[in-house]
């Protein structure tokens, strides 16, 4: 083999090393960053992660929103009209926040609480993942538990 083959091969070996270790780094990066939607069902029958962050989806359960004065800590429950999560959120609610609306939170579970970091609430009348939309067809379809039920 002569030389100027032998610099040409190691040259690409090295720029396929390179752009190996760069795909890993950018897996790694993307999976820690990844976060699922799960539904209250979901939770409660402990297929969502217990301690890694992910998204819940559903509706804020009517009359369940409880504030406390001089803070910003606000707790309620979110449902999809077949079982409910407690959701705890210590920041500003955005202004579509309402009881009865479909939400968003990320965040993970404590202590059977969900402590969110972040809450988006719909922000019209088209909007629902299908995910979300999927499990309230299926517990508006069983009627067997509201809002006051686990």
Do not use: W
């Not at 820690?32 to 069902?41: G, K």
């Not at 509706?59 to 606000?74: A, D, I, N, T, Y």
């Not at 077949?82 to 920041?91: E, K, L, M, S």
């Amino acid at each position: 083999m002569n030389p100027t083959r032998k610099r040409r091969l190691v040259a690409v070996g090295l720029v396929l090393l390179a752009a190996g270790v760069a795909g890993t780094f950018v897996v790694l990066a993307l999976q820690e960053n990844l976060s699922y939607l799960h539904t209250p069902t979901e939770v409660r029958t402990g297929k969502a992660p217990a301690e890694a962050r992910f998204r819940l989806g559903g509706v804020v359960c009517e009359g369940s929103v409880k504030r406390r004065p001089g803070v910003l800590e606000v707790r309620f429950a979110v449902t999809d009209r077949i079982r409910q999560v407690p959701v705890r959120y210590d920041r500003i609610l955005p202004d579509m926040f309402r009881e009865g609306t479909s939400v968003i939170a990320t965040g993970q579970m404590q202590g059977g609480e969900f402590v969110a970091s972040e809450v988006l609430a719909k922000h019209d009348e088209t909007y629902m993942p299908r995910e979300v939309a999927a499990a309230m067809a299926k517990g508006a379809a069983l009627h067997t538990h509201s809002c006051g039920a686990n």
